[in-house]
């Protein structure tokens, strides 16, 4: 619970919340992505799995930053993010999750995630992961186009999103999640709509949709500029959101968070995590992790990654990470929480600062774009609206407290 | 300290452009001289503020008295009066100049002699000062002495068989410029017995003491307890403190003609003691003041806002401060519907501006949205009345005008030939009226310019180094009002005319200039929930319009893996941005629109 007053800042709760997620990136890919400015590190098309030292050396590491971890209570969560975490072999997987297990416990009915892409795994694979105790896949799919695709600089086709999904279904699973991109160079809004029809045909429980952002070292970042050919212009983009939220909520999924869509009971429980602004771990190169009130963002190369983690080990180096003050831990509480649909509870807040709150977003709730239920304290964006100006809404909130 | 017979005293300043080692000189003089202990030695001794060593150039004039025994075992006092090394202070440089007898020209023997160097050598020899050359730097690679040394013959047509090879840096030559000085620059007429007259060639104010007020004694005698008059200010003080400057402030009794010193009395602001101004006693008064006292004008303004509507009494404060110190400043309260409350303000030149911008956000700790620098348009009425005003929005409607009148510049530019192609270029695009072409030395060419100022004050300077590569200089002075075909170009934000946008610009250019404008605000002002029309007007006539689509989506996709610091951050500056911003009507505009008008090619 937060403590702050309007003037300032109270004292933080005393009771801290327990740390029972974890989230642990695999950097590794068989290429970058156009639109990708993630801590990735290239592979090429051949080598994967144990046959990679690269891999071998990182999962060494990785699981020596987990060992040096203070113990906390068993996960409930734990999400493989990357990079492209199948191109690790299942064995290669089983020593991350034991280092985990053996640190912190892992508990019954956990959610273990794990981020796959067409193309770099085998039915084997799926049912070795399986076996680990994976329940929860992601397939970054991104567009449903082969000319798309090849823009983006995706190492995929049309055809093995088809052939991964058989996997996934052979294999028995049914909790998997598609990823698509909307706004790519040269996409149509009937493109799009394609894309999102063939994904809801799949019958994933979860798509996620994310509105292309350029990031300036990116490639796409460097050859292009945002809203102009032939990137599609911002108002085709928004169209693309609305036409997402249309059918993707027509053909039965709810719209819970800015960019995520699930079935009924589907939605990522890691992924709420960081929106409901709880503690969790991060392992690797680049993860973040939010534990004791303190962010910390690792080294984003592997060279500085290891280095930070030897360091660790000496007790030497940066391994705390910055303390969140009482204001930044409420704007962000806000910032993530107001990605929810279902918003946030102003009743977590004094009554000084819930008014302030309230003032803030007067403007927008006359306009249709805040929600806020009295009797619930609920305050939330509305869909697609506010969720659209969500940046408009929070930068003016970021003032309010600033 | 005792009574230093007249015939040895040398009085002298150092002529150098920026970079060319005048004031490592001159720590090198009071080093020799034994005036400063080398381990009290700090760099640059003689450009104390910070904003000076920063920029490795001195805006305030400093001076110092050195004692020197020459080889033939004789005691001299030496003064060096310092010099700002900047056009917009030419005023100022004039009046340290007539208080020497001699100069030395200290030029890079890399480079060359520059614009500046050349308009300064000039006030100098108008003085009739003894000029003494001095090659610095000559133990760079890359220096070139017996080029330069033509040069300066050719183009300043001083006499270098003299000239004396140095490298203040390594200490090489100082002792040969010492012993010139001695030799060359010829004592202070004697005057001693005459009605005291001073000139003033600098002050600064002092929270504790009041004004401290640097001069040189030209006739007479002064001495502590002296009740004095200001002859242009007509004021009277009585000295509380006499000094000289060595370079710290040592207290004396009593300065002669020839002699240089400060005094306190009591005086509360610089403007009650300008420079170029003369000293003489109350009761016993010179019948006639030092000739060459000019007051020195603004020339170039600018509104200057807070963007925290809060800090308008922080500003006022500050200004009111730095006034105290800085007579030359000029500044009024001024509205505007954009901006809110703020002040308009007069500044010597770009440099000066620019200084006082600086000093008020570094040292005040305000933050400042400035408008675009303008000149003092005289325009004449229909009634045949005559207006001088700084600020288009005072311009009489144009039925009303009979005719307007823009200050203008003779500039001189010295370039590599190389650069002569673009520079002439310019010079035409900003009204340029070309005088005079000379070729000199050795791929080194002059250009000389009527200008209007308006074109000069705007993004010349910055131009004129960018299409050179950093080669070419310049100077400009202030040669008279020419009339012109001016007309006021409005520019309307959805509909809503904005003040601080205005400008004065030529009917030839008005075209241009609006759509460049309504162009670079589009790209300016960030996208509302609606559509912004933007316009640029000359009166009711709409001569560039451009629009502002709506917004129409702005929210984040992702927090990658769990690491929110960076969508933080994004929407942090995004609320800054915000805040910066000014309200015109319904659209907010961001600063940078409002220093759109100095960035047009």
Redesign the interface.
Known sequence: MLLVNGLGVEGVGLTEEMVTSAYVHIPFCRRRCFYCDFPISVLGDRIQGEASGSIVQYIEVLGREIALTKPTAPLETIFFGGGTPSLLAPSQLGLILDALAAQFGIREGAEISLEIDPDTFTLEQVQGYQALGVNRFSLGVQAFQDELLHRAGRSHSREDIFQAVGDLRQGGIVNFSLDLISGLPGQTLTEWEESLKEAIALAPTHISCYDLVLEPVTAFGKQYEAGKHPLPSDEITAQMYRTARDLLTSAGFEHYEISNYAQKGWQCRHNRVYWENRPYWGFGMGAASYVGGRRLTRPRTRREYYDWVEGLSLGTGETEGDVISECDRLLETLMLGLRLSEGLKLANFSPEITQKILTGVQPYIQQGWVIYSPHSTRLQLTDPDGFLFSNTILSDLFNLFS | MTDVPVSRIRNFSIIAHIDHGKSTLADRLLQATGTVEDRKMKQQFLDNMELERERGITIKLQAARMLYKDQAGEEYVLNLIDTPGHVDFSYEVSRSLVACEGALLVVDASQGVEAQTLANVYLALEQNLEIIPVLNKIDLPGAEPERVIQEIEEVVGLDCSQAILASAKEGIGVPDILESIVHLVPPPRDTVKEPLRALIFDSYYDAYRGVIVYFRVMDGRVKKGDRVRLMASGKEYQIDELGVLSPHQIQVDELHAGEVGYFAAAIKAVEDARVGDTITLANSPAPEPLPGYTEAKPMVFCGLFPTDSDQYEDLREALEKLKLSDAALSYEPETSTAMGFGFRCGFLGLLHMEIVQERLEREYDLELITTAPSVIYRVTTTAGEIFEIDNPSQLPPATNREKIEEPYVAVEIITPEDYVGTLMDLCQTRRGIFKDMRYFAQNRTTLVYDLPLAEVVTDFFDQLKSRSRGYASMEYHFIGYREDALVKLDILVNGDQVDSLAMIVHRDKAYSVGRALVEKLKELIP?H?FKIPLQASIGTRIIASEHI?A???????????????R??K???K??KG??RMKSIGTVDVPQEAFMAVLRLE
Request: charged content about 35%.
């Open positions: 996208r929930q689509p917004l129409r989506k702005d929210v984040l996709a992702k927090c990658y893996g769990g690491d929110i610091s969508k933080k994004l929407l942090q995004q609320a915000k805040k």
